[in-house]
């Protein structure tokens, strides 16, 4: 189990496998994408997963930006690869994510690139097509749509109270951001409750 600092959550090594097979999963669509489009693609797809399924894709903490959500240990991860130290985070324990992907060349380092296959094992039917529609509906869009579109009432609940300061999102607003039902956010409450006794 790894801690992850500031983030409030823990990391299972499957959610480290999983977290790298999403990733490549939106990668390998293209071969390569702007880190814009796949946070925003991440979340709308973490967010419809949860407002289905009462399950999210990925455990990484999705963070109200001004330009909109991203998954800030993702992003840590990915700004790492041009040198930048990840403050208090165990790199080693990220190896397989680091391994996974680069970054585009200088002209280009907003663009991640990977030619290695994501392994399906990690993803379910139900992910798989959240991802897949996330991506259709959103990689043709522009800078400007995609921020606006993702400034949705989770985002608003944290830029409107706290801006730049302490702006982590909470994923049961996110979940009623793309419809949830309170049953469904009853039902996550519960199996994050049983999940942390575990872990305990």
Not at 45 to 65: L, P, S, V
Not at 102 to 122: C, F, H, L, W
């Amino acid at each position: 189990m790894i801690k992850i600092f500031r983030r409030n959550i823990n990391m299972t090594e499957f959610d480290i496998l999983k977290l790298r097979s999403a990733l490549l999963f939106i990668i390998n669509k293209r071969g390569s994408i702007d880190i814009f489009h796949l946070f925003k693609i991440l979340y709308f797809a973490d967010r419809e997963h949860m407002a289905k399924y009462g399950r999210r894709i990925i455990n990484d903490t999705f963070c109200a930006f001004e330009n909109g959500p991203a998954p800030t240990l993702l992003y840590d991860l990915i700004k790492s690869k041009n040198g930048k130290r990840l403050s208090r985070i165990n790199r080693e324990a990220f190896k397989s994510i680091l391994d996974s992907f680069d970054r585009g060349t200088q002209d280009a380092s907003n663009i991640v690139v990977s030619e290695m296959k994501p392994d399906d094992s990690y993803l379910s039917i139900s992910d798989k097509e959240c991802l897949d529609r996330a991506y259709e509906e959103n990689i043709n869009l522009s800078f400007g749509e995609l921020s606006d579109k993702s400034h949705d009432s989770a985002w608003r609940e944290v830029w409107n109270k706290c801006g730049r300061k302490n702006n982590r999102m909470n994923p049961y607003s996110s979940a009623k951001a793309a419809g949830a039902h309170d049953d469904t956010i009853k039902y996550m409450r519960e199996m994050e409750e049983i999940q942390s006794f575990l872990m305990s």
